[in-house]
């Protein structure tokens, strides 16, 4: 999976180095000898990672890579931090500073290219995300919910799989401490195969030692099924077995450690892993937010006229001919102008979403109310008998008049009523001509004085 | 990249056969013993891939091959046939059946594993967009365009980079003539780089003797740039270099041939992928549209509320303090409920819709036109100079009053007129007090007879 580098070193001969390896591998490479220029470099070109070294002057790899994963442009992108021996403290640093692994230097080429691949291919597809994401935002219809909003571990579930017998099983305890996540261990294959069936986890991290089972098993488990191939996939290797790791990444496995891992370590990737997870369920999510956002009457929260034109017809056709009934039922709010006119928009505004209030709690939650336009609204009532369908009408009316619409800036309650049209559908009868009727009813209210249910027709 | 695949075979050690390999590697495996229960299952359980035998009983290979393709559940689904014998014939058939790929039997592992882990991680990649895009249809928001719509192959381009020397360089017409499609030819790298900096191409195919550069070196460029990412990429490899083969896979190049290829076949294959990057951007563009039908009303198409509402205060802050004025012109529709009531909605809507056009026509191509309320509409103006804001209210005011409005069913035209509100930024001014002033001054028209603009007090 080739993609754009950028190395961030001090050292000439250390940039000259890894733009050798990487080149000779394909990859396209730039180039920054400071954490500033690096920050530049990455708002301007988004590159697909940077692999950043800790120890340079001006600000160091630990403030560069913070800055970079507080950027709104930048925080996506992977930083792998280069540390010049292996050390412990500097690891668990960088990674606490937002870095999405690291490597110690002198690394060998197989981690750094298996490191980097998978990480480019998981940043490939968040990518895909980010588009849609980034387009909702420039039509200003970014989701209900920020996607930059923090993570709460507390929020998080974590499954580890390792036997009772393995000194894994000892970090339970400690992770929940540490993260105040949610924690479940599964010994071995079997029952980790029961718990994935039924649970949905945010990371799982699979230990070497299963005395049922095989470890990349339940990694390909997770990866094949779309149910769980969200779920950040974590594997401990014995250090005889590293050459299974390159395997593993292959596979879409989102990181390793040695057996038996520093389990300070094993937190801070862990926390790497659920934060990766975090945003791009937050870039799933809002990108669902925002379709439902398309089908929404914003001043009310009720579906608009787009969806109800596109989900009559389908509920006419689901309707069975022998069953219950059908209706649809117009309404218009009586004098609204006059609403407008005399006390402003704003009051016309709380009318509305009160009254789109007293509609929700009087039909059924199977009904489908819509705002169609300025005080229209229709509500379908798929498998209704007539007389139910009246009564609920006639409710609907009662909850309008009976009580005044107290507003915020009027002292005295409005009095508001409704008029309403009420169609039954007939056989084979298509959506629109059944909505007509409904508003020739609803006409017929108005001209026979308002505040009043009219049935349709029979034909 | 594990996946779940489903093999389909009558012959049941055939079957096992692909099981131990796969499963040996971590895949999943569903099988089937012929067409027809081939189709169900992959309906039913979504493999990630089907590797599909040729001769069964009942529904062959091919037949099964053009059901799934056009089946809405399961086109997405790569399939990889197996043909007995390495029959040219059989080749062409599958290709144009719609298979992704083939294999001759008997098959060697690694050409197994390369072209189903390549297939799978494409498909993976596109279930990210079909998520996206099956919301939208639950929603009734499915796209302006279909997605199932044909592809017309004259529409796509393709670049062919080898070296007029090259005997490849000879299906050029060929290509052309078969599929009607554009295509241009680089002659190396060098040529490549620059056609690629500048034209966008729906595939690439890459030949293997350049005199001037080297082959994974274009392939790695296409993938490793955002701008060509979404180009598929095919490679001709000398028999002797197939090893390279897996690793421009890995790379994400989704096709190789080995040379010299058969001009055929290479036509057949690169169908197969122009036809796979036509449905990847169909997703694409449609969630591009979804998006935008949620800034937009559906009766005239302007913008509605939300978006006005979400881009005024940026507008605002664009606006520079020296420069020219920024007017909000609040309009409604005199006596449209009138309208309305006398002849009916259809009428309103044509109403709606014809203002909505002069209201476009009669003001500039920056400002920002939307339709807030059932007859009440909004123009944002940047940088207009007071007197010019003036001018085109009053020419919006004469469009709407000069002319009937001519409807369907209405032999007479209908007089319309409008009244209009105009406010000018006041430096420091919050959008929502902009927008209430022009409002008050709409009313203002509205009380002194309608049919007038009114100028906003200046404080």
Wanted: charged fraction near 25%; hydrophobic fraction near 40%; include cysteine.
């Amino acid at each position: 999976m080739p993609g754009r580098i950028l190395v961030v070193d001090d050292v000439a001969a250390n940039r000259l180095i890894a733009r050798a390896k990487l080149t000779a591998s394909y990859y396209d490479v730039i180039e920054a000898e400071s954490g500033e220029q690096a920050i530049e470099l990455a708002e301007r070109e988004q590159p697909d990672l940077i692999l950043l070294d800790v120890l340079m002057p001006g600000i160091d790899g630990f403030e560069t890579c913070r800055r970079l994963k507080s950027g709104r442009t930048t925080m996506h992108i992977p930083v792998v931090m280069l540390t010049a021996l292996d050390q412990q403290a500097d690891r668990l640093r960088g990674l606490d500073a937002g870095a999405d692994d690291f490597l110690s230097k002198p690394y060998p080429d197989m981690a750094l290219f298996t490191r980097v691949s998978s990480l480019i291919r998981m940043k490939q597809m968040i990518d895909e995300l980010r588009l849609r994401h980034e387009t909702s935002r420039e039509l200003g219809l970014e989701g209900l919910t920020s996607i930059d909003a923090g993570l709460n571990f507390a929020d998080s579930s974590v499954l580890l799989v390792c036997d009772s017998s393995d000194l894994m099983a000892g970090t339970v305890a400690d992770i929940r401490n540490r993260l105040g996540c949610a924690i479940e261990t599964a010994e071995g294959e079997a029952a980790a195969r029961a718990l994935l069936a039924s649970n949905r986890y945010d990371a799982c991290v699979i230990g070497p030692n299963l005395s049922d089972g095989e470890p990349m098993r339940i990694a390909s488990l997770l990866r094949a099924r779309p149910e769980t191939r969200q779920t950040s996939v974590m594997m401990v290797f014995p250090p005889g077995d590293l050459s299974k790791a390159h395997l593993a990444m292959e596979m879409g496995v989102a990181d390793y450690l040695t057996y038996p891992p520093d389990f300070a370590e094993l937190t801070a990737r862990l926390k790497v892993q659920l934060r990766r997870k975090h945003y791009s369920d937050r870039l799933r999510s809002s990108m669902h937010d925002t379709l439902v956002m398309a089908v929404t009457d914003p001043l009310t929260g009720l579906y608009n006229r787009r969806y109800t034109n596109n989900h009559l017809e389908s509920l006419i056709a689901r309707h069975q001919p022998g069953g219950q009934g059908l209706a649809a039922m117009a309404l218009d709010l009586d004098r609204f102008k006059s609403i407008n006119d005399s006390h402003g928009h704003g009051a016309g505004d709380e009318v509305l979403r009160e009254f789109a209030r007293r509609l929700s709690e009087n039909v059924r939650g199977i009904d489908l109310v819509s705002r169609v336009g300025g005080e229209e609204f229709l509500v379908v009532m798929p498998d209704i008998l007539a007389e139910n369908a009246e009564r609920v009408a006639e409710r609907v009316r009662a909850a309008v008049e009976e009580t005044g619409f107290r507003l915020k800036d009027t002292p005295a309650p409005l009095s508001v009523t409704v008029s309403i049209g009420l169609a039954f559908h007939r056989p084979g009868e298509a959506g629109s001509t059944l909505i007509n009727r409904a508003d020739a009813a609803l006409y017929a209210s108005k001209n026979s004085g308002r505040n009043m249910v009219t049935l349709a027709a029979a034909a």
